[in-house]
Nanobody, 120 residues
């Protein structure tokens, strides 16, 4: 059974940092686009960042450029999201997801999410 399990969400003060992890099991995601999404209360889920197994520049939403960094360890089947200079507007449930075909298209597998709350 394919599973993506996020961890690392927490309550943090504005200006602080968190690192989210997403551990994949059930299959190898080495050749998948791996993405992070977030959904704030009352808002639609939005793409935050994604990376491709083959390398190249990761994609970041404008709202997180320069503050968030996505990385992956294919050997561990794990993807990370380092979040620095956190703002209250970063408060959301964060999800990791895997796509076979496109980082900007439909994602095939999803985790259950981890809550990030940034206090002002």
């Amino acid at each position: 059974q394919v599973q993506l399990a996020e961890s690392g969400g927490a309550l943090v003060q504005a200006g602080g940092s968190l690192r989210l992890s997403c551990a994949a099991s059930g299959r190898s995601f080495n050749q998948y686009f791996m993405g992070w999404f977030r959904q704030a209360p009352g808002k639609e889920r939005a793409l935050v960042a994604f990376s491709w197994w083959g390398g190249g520049s990761p994609y970041y939403a404008d709202s997180v450029k320069g503050r968030f960094t996505i990385s992956r360890d294919n050997a561990k089947n794990t993807v990370y999201l380092q979040m620095n200079s956190l703002k209250p507007e970063d408060t959301a449930v964060y999800y990791c997801a895997a796509s076979k075909n496109s980082g900007l298209g439909t994602y095939d597998y999803w985790g259950q999410g981890t809550q990030v709350t940034v206090s002002s």
